[in-house]
């Protein structure tokens, strides 16, 4: 039997997310994203459409690679201005029942004692929807805001990040026992202190002795989301992540790269096939082939060239505006994304990128392929890239905010669920349950489950 396609949504709290310059067109509203309707209305869009969640992107920093200022990435909205996410989730969480929240944060720049209490509360307010995008940050301009001089060294954020996830397991798994809040006006006892107990950490770049302060959330730990998929991304996410975000513009690309991370999972101990793995897509859908074709025209007649190639040059490291537009993109390894870099080099050495086909290409939904057409043409091309690709799902982009997931929402899901690809009704329970169908808990051989006394 065919497998069941699942579908986020891909956004930010910004204007131009993966689509620059799409802010100018007559229809786009995403420049209201700093009003609270345009997130509520959005939330019930997908829940309308039976997404599994949002994904919210983040970066602390601005996209000044290109030129060596942010001066395009200012004037083209290229994901500055840009507010903080994890703010907008009890709104969203406060219109909707099922719909789950994947907010970005940088383990980088967020001390893990705060950050674990700022996720506790979201899965205590969203009821267990909550989950977390685990990223090290690619940007200079944000290490720099962080009043470091550079990147820190591309492997050595893994590690870093590896030794900040054992200390926020700690936290959320191991700190409170599971019957430790009694609530008893009788005893005049709220919590058993006998059940709380520090965690104590001491290692290469942390230390910590604290308890939680958050009393157990439905999840303990939310979620886990990883999007890096470099040898050592990979080994990151063969151990931590529950859900891998891909992206990339082939199957060719994407086929690869989704059986290497199943395979550093295997690696890792867990079992690669219960590792929800989703890739980036941009569908621009109509009534019919035509009207779609029309409408993916006119679009582009709003890209921002120089936009594209501002978020282009932050993802890689690489100062586009050296080059010129005829110019082959040769490739270059860094301390910025690996995998960006190799999208448009080694990672399909059948495929030649030019800068102005980089330039195109980014323009809508960033690096991820779009598909356009009317919902049988696009739920064919998206049944065909699911199979062949072995991925479980799509993170949705949008060009123009809302009416791109508006048309997903009620022309294509119509569609794959006929098909018999897309689920009819949403399952209850925490976000984890809903996508593994277990409980609200990470379980073993997980690590986060590993050190977890009994009675947590
Ligand atoms: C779909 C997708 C979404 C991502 N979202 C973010 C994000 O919101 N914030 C961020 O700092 N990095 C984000 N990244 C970047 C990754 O976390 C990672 O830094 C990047 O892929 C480079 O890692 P690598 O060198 O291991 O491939 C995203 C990557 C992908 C593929």
């Given at each position: ?9 891909f ?9 620059p ?26 829940e309308?459409?039976?997404?599994d969640?949002?994904?919210l ?36 969480a ?26 506790s ?7 267990g ?50 019957d ?69 513009p ?14 550093a999972?295997?690696?890792a ?13 941009t ?5 019919t ?11 582009r ?22 080059l ?16 960006a ?39 064919n ?14 993170n ?43 409980g ?10 590993r050190?977890?006394?009994v009675?947590?």
């Amino acid at each position: 039997m065919s497998r069941e396609i699942r579908f986020n949504a891909f956004a930010m709290n910004c204007v131009g997310h993966q689509s620059p310059g799409l802010w100018r067109h007559p229809r786009d509203r995403s420049a209201e994203y700093r009003h609270l309707h345009h997130w509520l209305e959005l939330a019930r869009t997908l829940e309308r459409g039976r997404f599994d969640g949002i994904f919210l992107a983040d970066v602390l920093g601005v996209y000044d690679v290109y030129g060596g200022t942010p001066d395009a990435a200012l004037r083209s909205a290229a994901q500055v201005p840009a507010n903080d996410p994890l703010l907008l989730v009890p709104a969203m969480a406060a219109v909707t029942e099922h719909l789950g929240f994947g907010v970005t944060s940088t383990l980088t720049y967020e001390p893990p004692f705060p950050f674990a209490r700022r996720m506790s509360t979201l899965d205590h307010l969203t009821g267990g929807r909550v989950g977390w995008n685990i990223v090290t940050g690619y940007l200079a301009s944000a290490a720099r805001a962080a009043g470091g001089e550079k990147l820190i060294a591309h492997d050595d954020r893994y590690d870093i990040a590896d030794e900040y996830m054992e200390l926020v397991y700690r936290l959320w798994e191991e700190s409170w026992d599971a019957d430790a809040v009694r609530c008893d006006r009788q005893a005049g006892i709220f919590t058993d202190p006998a059940k709380v107990r520090p965690i104590r950490h001491e290692g290469a770049h942390f230390r910590l002795d604290a308890i939680h302060l958050s009393e157990p959330s439905p999840q303990r730990t939310p979620v886990l989301y990883q999007a890096g998929s470099s040898p050592r991304g990979r080994a990151f996410a063969g151990r931590h992540a529950e859900c891998v975000f891909v992206s990339g513009p082939s199957t060719a690309v994407i086929g690869p790269r989704v059986a290497a991370i199943r395979e550093a999972v295997r690696a890792a101990g867990r079992d690669p096939a219960a590792v929800r793995i989703f890739s980036m897509m941009t569908v621009i859908l109509g009534a019919t082939d035509a009207e779609a074709a029309a409408k993916l025209a006119e679009y582009r007649s709003h890209v921002s060239h120089e936009g594209a190639l501002a978020l282009m040059s932050g993802w890689t490291g690489v100062d586009f505006s050296r080059l010129s537009l005829d110019d082959e993109v040769r490739h270059v390894e860094n301390d910025a994304g690996r995998t960006a870099m190799d999208n448009i080099t080694r990672a399909d050495p059948d495929r030649v990128w030019t800068v102005r086909e980089v330039a195109e290409h980014v323009g809508i939904g960033g690096i991820g392929p779009v598909v356009t057409g009317g919902p049988e043409t696009v739920a064919n091309a998206i049944e065909a890239w699911v199979d062949s690709t072995g991925v479980d799902g799509l993170n949705l982009c949008y060009a123009v905010m809302p009416e791109t997931f508006e048309e997903i929402a009620d022309l294509l899901v119509p569609e794959l669920t006929r098909r018999g690809r897309y689920k009819r009704a949403y399952t209850t329970g925490s976000l984890r349950e809903k996508l593994f169908g277990e409980g609200p808990r990470l379980a073993l051989p997980h690590p986060a489950a590993r050190t977890r006394p009994v009675t947590a």
